[in-house]
């Protein structure tokens, strides 16, 4: 797996599906292959049933569900935890974050940098 990008979400219904096809978008625009982790930290909205739903339709995309709010932190632990890309960027779900950035930062990685901050609040090469 080439990229991974890890995306913590908490009572997000309203822009989970735009995120999804903006982040979509640029991925398939990439060499190489990607995965979207959603992380739903307890949301109490339909956050988690729209997630599912793009599962089942794009293996691209995987879901964490966390039974209850455990904060952005442990959605950010949780989702290096299963990354498998050796290059894993996060994004915040309410789209604060431009998916089309994601290219321009990891040419940064590629020049040495290790930190994107603010459009992604972090891009780590994992070699």
Do not use: C
Not at 20 to 41: S, T
Not at 47 to 53: H, K, L, Q, S
């Amino acid at each position: 797996m080439r990229y991974s990008v890890v995306v913590p979400a908490h009572n997000e219904e309203e822009s989970i599906r735009p995120l999804y096809q903006a982040v979509r978008g640029v991925m398939e625009g990439l060499d190489g292959q990607w995965e979207l982790l959603f992380i739903n930290d307890g949301s109490q909205d339909k956050t988690g049933e729209i997630i599912e739903g793009i599962v089942e339709q794009d293996n691209h995309v995987k879901l964490i569900s966390f039974r209850r709010q455990f904060g952005q932190t442990a959605a950010w632990s949780a989702g290096f935890d299963y990354a498998s890309g050796d290059y894993v960027v996060v994004l915040d779900a309410d789209l604060q974050n431009d998916p089309k950035d994601i290219p321009m930062l990891i040419e940064k990685i590629k020049e040495g940098y290790n930190v994107g901050y603010p459009l992604i609040h972090y891009l780590k090469n994992l070699n």
